[in-house]
């Protein structure tokens, strides 16, 4: 198993402050005869003194507030979560293990424990991925690798239905993952603004992939964590429609940040939970696990 010795990255705000001088200088020449025009053009010299030193301060203050641009915004969350070269050496491979809630439409609910397994490529099209999944009546995998995906029950390899196809690239596509390694991937990202929400300071962000699609960004102007994402959708040929997924629980594994919760709602309705038990980076994951038993 792959060891680190990094802290866990600490991410500091720095302050800019401006001084200023205030250039004040006058001549009071005393004459009985006009004392009362020398004191009305003190007071409006005063006054316009004052005045330009507000606009000179606004000034600087505008000058000194500098809007964050979207790829600061971007590479400062790459940072928090444990930076580029960090990432790309502590989470080139790993194990993940938890549980998945799913809350049907009928209002069942259905429970299943899980096992990822993944070795990380120069891109996410360039990933190997594979999913155990474990529930009372059936165990199956989906498996990633060489940008196609296929499913793999009792040793014999099957293709996916539609729904679960899509559902799982959905995870793959709109994720915490495709902001860290949106320049490996050659995705592009926009600033769309700052904003306040339920009582947070917030930077919302686009990233466009490759293939055009969108992700909305909420993240924290204050720890610069991913709290939601959102996007929309459209599966198995239906209108397209809204998605988000929301991240808590966050804790450091090996000198990354994960959260150990994820929320799944669509159209504001919750549909999954998933729970990370245990996540162990930098072990080795035997390729054979990514092969297609039917190639």
């Given at each position: 198993m792959l060891r680190s010795f990094l802290a866990p990255p600490v991410f500091s705000a720095l302050l800019l402050a401006g001084t200023w001088s205030v250039l004040t200088g006058s001549s009071m020449v005393a004459n009985q005869n006009n004392q009362s025009n020398q004191n009305n053009k003190s007071n409006t010299n005063a006054a316009s003194n004052q005045n330009t030193q507000k606009n000179e301060k606004n000034e600087k203050v505008d000058r000194n507030q500098k809007a964050m641009t979207s790829e600061q915004v971007a590479e400062l969350t790459v940072l928090v979560y444990g930076s580029r070269p960090v990432l790309a050496q502590i989470r080139r491979n790993g194990v993940e293990r938890g549980r998945i809630t799913r809350f049907i439409s009928d209002g069942k609910i259905e429970e299943a424990t899980y096992e990822r397994r993944f070795v990380r490529g120069e891109s996410a099209d360039k990933d190997k991925i594979r999913?155990?999944?474990?529930?009372?009546?059936?165990?199956?995998?989906?498996?990633?690798?060489?940008?196609?995906?296929?499913?793999?029950?009792?040793?014999?390899?099957?293709?996916?239905?539609?729904?679960?196809?899509?559902?799982?690239?959905?995870?793959?596509?709109?994720?915490?993952?495709?902001?860290?390694?949106?320049?490996?991937?050659?995705?592009?990202?926009?600033?769309?603004?700052?904003?306040?929400?339920?009582?947070?300071?917030?930077?919302?962000?686009?990233?466009?992939?490759?293939?055009?699609?969108?992700?909305?960004?909420?993240?924290?102007?204050?720890?610069?964590?991913?709290?939601?994402?959102?996007?929309?959708?459209?599966?198995?040929?239906?209108?397209?429609?809204?998605?988000?997924?929301?991240?808590?629980?966050?804790?450091?594994?090996?000198?990354?940040?994960?959260?150990?919760?994820?929320?799944?709602?669509?159209?504001?309705?919750?549909?999954?939970?998933?729970?990370?038990?245990?996540?162990?980076?930098?072990?080795?994951?035997?390729?054979?696990?990514?092969?297609?038993?039917?190639?």
């Open positions: 999913l155990d999944q474990k529930m009372p009546t059936m165990e199956y995998s989906l498996i990633f690798g060489e940008g196609r995906l296929w499913g793999v029950i009792n040793g014999a390899a099957f293709t996916p239905r539609q729904e679960a196809a899509e559902a799982f690239l959905s995870q793959l596509n709109h994720s915490i993952e495709g902001l860290l390694r949106y320049k490996e991937n050659g995705a592009t990202v926009n600033l769309v603004g700052k904003d306040k929400q339920k009582g947070l300071d917030l930077y919302i962000l686009d990233l466009t992939d490759k293939e055009k699609r969108t992700t909305r960004y909420y993240i924290s102007a204050r720890t610069f964590r991913i709290l939601w994402l959102e996007y929309e959708e459209a599966n198995s040929g239906s209108a397209p429609q809204k998605y988000s997924k929301k991240f808590s629980d966050y804790r450091y594994a090996q000198s990354t940040l994960v959260p150990y919760r994820t929320v799944l709602m669509q159209e504001g309705k919750e549909t999954q939970e998933i729970r990370i038990l245990t996540v162990t980076f930098g072990v080795k994951v035997d390729d054979a696990l990514f092969k297609n038993p039917q190639v």
